[in-house]
């Protein structure tokens, strides 16, 4: 309650008015007297995902073009790698499945190095020797004879192309996983007669591939009867020409000598089969005997191409990173361009943090349209690829994750700047700058 007193000319009649006082009497609830006035703070609208995805969207579709180009570049940096990782997996799938169709059981024995350097040979008798060891199911081999194979006599005798003629026996083929291309294999009957098979590549510089022709070996007329797929096992087999034991004896001097002695064991105790299988066939020299595996040759080859896989998935990090840098250069000029723009929605009641959510998730758009679009384009070129060499085709998993999630992260830092600068604008400052 407030307590107050006026003078008024205007009293009454018979009264003094520069003593009459009129007390005036006000009242007022004690918590509206006491409480200040309450003032209403205006808030910034929440946005949703679909807004937010809305709002980065907005400067794709209003720069489709720049937008295309920015996501090829992560397009091609990705498909880059995609498609390296894929090719590589197609291939080691391809060897992986030649591996289990010819066998990894597979072991070659050869004549290594005597003591004073020289070349060392192996006993006549080393295949018997090596047939009676238990777990062994296979045993075949093949054995250098000198001579050399023309197509006619009147090739000049220094013109080897490089092609051996290699002594054999019928068990030759199925102990290294070989097949007859065209014709047939040597039997009981052929190999003691002037038949020949040749090996692919021999066949190819050859230039003989129908059954029924005459080539010249080592000063004798020999008949081709067949010829040979590659045989990835024993690449010595496809530059060679092919004769029976028998008739490389009677007519090509060889002394019967085994070259190469192949061996086939029982998957479970191929280790043991291999640690006597030098004392085995040499009883006397067993140091002058080499013992390999051909499968192993294989994995080195396939170990070796890993290397340059590493090399190529280098190169397609810098062609995604590249990219990246491709995305933040679109983002700034894009900053710089929608000042305006942000300018009114910071007048409208934008926040700093809208404004940065906004920018952030163009860039993240930007980034995944160009992940999605080069995971496709490297999925397409390994499946062409594959099917181009009769591969099949393995795209791993990882590699699409991965693709797409270094884009992701890409665009996160790509778009994080120019995110920060645009929400740093201020309202006024940004409406100017048109």
């Known amino acids: 309650m407030t307590d107050g007193t006026t003078n008024s000319p205007r009293a009454g009649r018979g009264s003094d008015p520069e003593t009459v006082q009129i007390r005036v009497v006000t009242t007022a609830h004690p918590a509206t007297a006491t409480a200040p006035p309450r003032r209403s703070r205006l808030r910034a609208a929440r946005l949703g995902p679909a807004d937010v995805v809305r709002l980065g969207g907005t400067g794709l579709r209003t720069r489709p073009l720049r937008a295309f180009l920015s996501a090829l570049g992560i397009a091609i940096g990705v498909a880059a790698m995609i498609a390296v990782v894929g090719i590589s997996g197609s291939g080691q799938a391809e060897v992986d499945r030649r591996l289990d169709a010819l066998g990894t059981n597979l072991l070659r024995v050869a004549p290594g190095q005597t003591a004073d350097g020289g ?34 006599e009147h090739i000049a005798v220094g013109r080897t192309s490089s092609l051996a003629v290699l002594a054999a026996g019928s068990d030759l083929l199925p102990a290294v996983g070989g097949h007859v291309r065209t014709g047939r294999w040597l039997d009981s009957t052929t190999e003691k007669y002037p038949a020949v098979v040749l090996g692919a590549t021999a066949a190819q510089r050859l230039d003989v591939y129908t059954p029924g022709t005459r080539v010249w070996i080592g000063g004798h007329w020999f008949s081709l009867i067949g010829v040979l797929d590659p045989v990835p096992l024993a690449p010595e087999v496809d530059g060679a020409a092919l004769v029976g034991w028998p008739v490389a004896r009677s007519q090509l001097r060889f002394d019967g000598r085994p070259s190469t002695v192949y061996v086939r064991a029982e998957d479970s105790r191929i280790a043991s089969v291999r640690a006597v299988l030098a004392a085995t066939a040499s009883p006397e020299k067993p140091g002058e005997v080499a013992i390999s595996r051909p499968s192993d040759a294989l994995a080195a080859r396939e170990a070796t191409e890993s290397t340059l896989t590493g090399l190529l998935l280098g190169l397609g990090g810098v062609a995604l990173l590249v990219g990246g840098v491709g995305v933040g250069n679109t983002m700034v000029i894009s900053v710089l361009e929608r000042r305006p723009e942000i300018g009114l929605r910071r007048a409208l009641g934008a926040t700093k943090g809208q404004i940065r959510t906004q920018f952030v998730t163009e860039s993240l758009l930007l980034s995944l349209i160009g992940g999605l679009g080069g995971t496709v384009l490297g999925t397409l070129i390994t499946a062409a690829y594959a099917l181009s060499r009769g591969w099949p085709t393995v795209v791993p998993v990882w590699a699409t994750a991965a693709g797409v999630a270094s884009t992701l992260v890409i665009g996160m830092i790509a778009g994080l700047y120019p995110a920060v600068r645009a929400s740093r604008l201020a309202p006024t400052v940004a409406l100017a700058g048109t």
């Not at 080393?126 to 006619?152: D, E, F, K, L, W």
């Open 119 to 152: 070349k060392a040979s192996l006993p006549p008798e080393s295949v018997a020797m090596i047939r009676r060891v238990p777990p062994v199911r296979q045993v075949a081999a093949t054995g250098a004879t000198g001579a050399h194979v023309y197509r006619n």
